[in-house]
Every structure is written in structure tokens, then in C-alpha cells.
């Protein structure tokens, strides 16, 4: 498996993995494809990873600059994370992460954050805090992996591409 930068001829593919990847997940709400696309047309996506697996794109992985209290603490959102539901399971989407993480760090940021499942991103040292919040979202699922001593306190606030439906 070979895990590099989106390119250009890979945004169709990528829309198509993303819809495929959440059409059956009971916490999506269907704009995962949009998300990205919105993202990257705002130049809002510092990283857009795929994997390919015997040529082809078998997964994705989006991270993009969040702010807290309405500031930009040089911490980014990692997601939406899609693998091709029929490749799922078989560490394409934790190699994509990993990958995705390391870079940032190399990039010089400070920390990560996500809104998801506690169990599967705990595997890669990122943990809840209730002084971060986001919404009415329950507090175990709103999670940040420091890059170094400084944690990330406060309101979270992800790219407006989240907002595209």
C-alpha cells in the first residue's frame, strides 16, 4: 500500500469513496463528500491523504485548521476519514491517520482534535477533555492529541466546509 497527497485527477474518486464509505453509518449525516469538496475549494484542506492499493485509491483521509474561542492555535481537525466499505477492516484508514498525524507534526502544528468514537481513536493517543467542547456534543467524543505541552481548552470550531450539506 502506498500512501501519498491527494492530486487533482483523484477529487472524483475521493467524492465517490467518501459517500460510499459513510452511506451505511448510523452517525453520518450524508455530507461527508460535500465536507471535503468544500474544504478543498476553500484551500482549507492542509492535508489530503489517499492510499492506493494495487493502483487504485482504496482510502482517504482529510485534516484541515480549526480554531478555539474563535482563535486560530495552530491545532487541526482530522476527518473525514473513508475507506471503501469492502476494504474496510484491514488498517487502511489507521495507516492514512498515522501518516496524516506525522506530517502535521512535521508541518510544525500543535495538536490534532476529532469528533468521534473514543475505543478506535484512543489507539492513537488522543483523549477527551471536558474544558474542549463543541456544541452539545458529549465531552468523551471531542478529543485532542498534543504535539507537545500545550493542550487545546476551549470552544472548538472546525472549517465552515463542515457546514456544506
Request: aromatic residues 8%.
Amino acid at each position: 500500500m502506498k500512501l501519498r497527497a491527494e492530486r487533482p485527477e483523484d477529487v472524483d474518486t475521493i467524492r465517490s469513496l467518501t459517500s460510499a464509505a459513510f452511506a451505511t453509518a448510523p452517525h453520518s449525516s450524508q455530507t461527508e463528500a460535500a465536507i471535503v469538496d468544500a474544504l478543498r475549494d476553500a484551500g482549507a484542506l492542509t492535508l489530503s491523504l489517499v492510499a492506493e492499493d494495487d493502483g487504485e485509491i482504496a482510502g482517504h483521509v482529510a485534516f484541515s485548521p480549526v480554531t478555539v474561542d474563535g482563535a486560530d492555535a495552530g491545532w487541526y481537525g482530522l476527518g473525514p476519514v473513508s475507506v471503501w466499505p469492502d476494504r474496510q477492516g484491514r488498517g487502511i484508514g489507521q495507516a492514512l491517520i498515522r501518516k496524516g498525524l506525522d506530517d502535521l507534526r512535521q508541518q510544525g502544528a500543535k495538536g490534532c482534535v476529532l469528533i468521534g468514537d473514543p475505543a478506535y481513536y484512543g489507539r492513537f493517543g488522543f483523549v477527551a477533555d471536558p474544558r474542549l467542547t463543541y456544541g452539545d456534543i458529549p465531552s468523551q467524543y471531542v478529543q485532542r492529541l498534543a504535539f507537545g505541552d500545550e493542550l487545546l481548552v476551549g470552544e472548538l470550531a472546525f472549517h465552515a466546509g463542515f457546514d456544506a450539506s
